[in-house]
């Protein structure tokens, strides 16, 4: 059973940030990180009890070769995951605990 990913506006704002930093970088790159965090959203809709536990209800998720993690919340109720940040491991930490909450 997959489960429906919907993304909270912080997340999405994110993805889109990094998307745009990496395609300016580098013509193509931002295409490779979508294509390899969408592979790792489509590991985590259908498994997402594999993933590690991030906080009280929070799970995380590392995009293999890049320096991002996808932390998501799993709501079995409605069959659904929220992605709530496409975090950047140099970002401040404090500012993803409250997110985590």
């Known amino acids: 059973m997959n489960f429906r990913v919907v993304h909270e506006a912080e997340a999405s704002i994110e993805f889109r940030e990094a998307v745009a930093r990496y395609e300016a970088e580098s013509e193509g790159l931002g ?3 979508v294509l390899e965090v969408n592979r790792v959203i489509n590991a985590i809709s259908s498994h997402p009890f594999f993933f590690s536990k991030a906080g009280r209800k929070g799970r995380k998720a590392q995009v293999i070769n890049w320096p991002y993690t996808l932390y998501f919340v799993v709501n079995e ?15 401040n ?8 909450r």
């Open 93 to 100: 930490p404090a500012d993803l605990r409250r997110r985590l």
């Open 77 to 91: 109720n409605h069959n659904e995951i929220k992605v709530i940040a496409v975090w950047h491991g140099t970002r």
């Open 31 to 33: 295409i490779r990180f």
